[in-house]
């Protein structure tokens, strides 16, 4: 079981997943029982899904070894879930809203075709 989901976008619905607080150096209060794994180590910051609401808490990665002060814009490179700190959500994450999808005109095998996933959480 790892910790990251290797995605940037929404597990669920496949939406934009944008920050809801500060980036900071993680506490035991986001990693949980892997502190002294990750505690200190790794830039976070709360973030949620803009339309299923699901949450996660965003990995991010400074340019500059890690001087947070000089980048202007934080790069998000993977998610977890936020109450598991995993890549099993617990009850507090899963989305409040299920977004269907419509597709019109003929089908040519565009865009929004997204590769099938093993399993969900």
Known sequence: MSRNLCRTG?????????????VHLATGDDVGGHADEYGGRLWCAEAMC??????????FNYPGAGDYRNARQPEVVDLSFRSTF???????????WVIARTRTGEYTGGPWDYPCRKEDP
Do not use: N, T
Request: proline fraction near 9%; charge should be positive.
């Open 86 to 96: 995993d890549s099993k959500p617990g009850e507090a994450d899963k989305p409040k």
């Open 10 to 22: 929404c597990w669920y619905c496949h939406g934009r997943v944008a920050r809801q607080g500060p």
């Open 50 to 59: 803009v339309d299923c609401e699901a949450k996660y808490l965003a990995w």
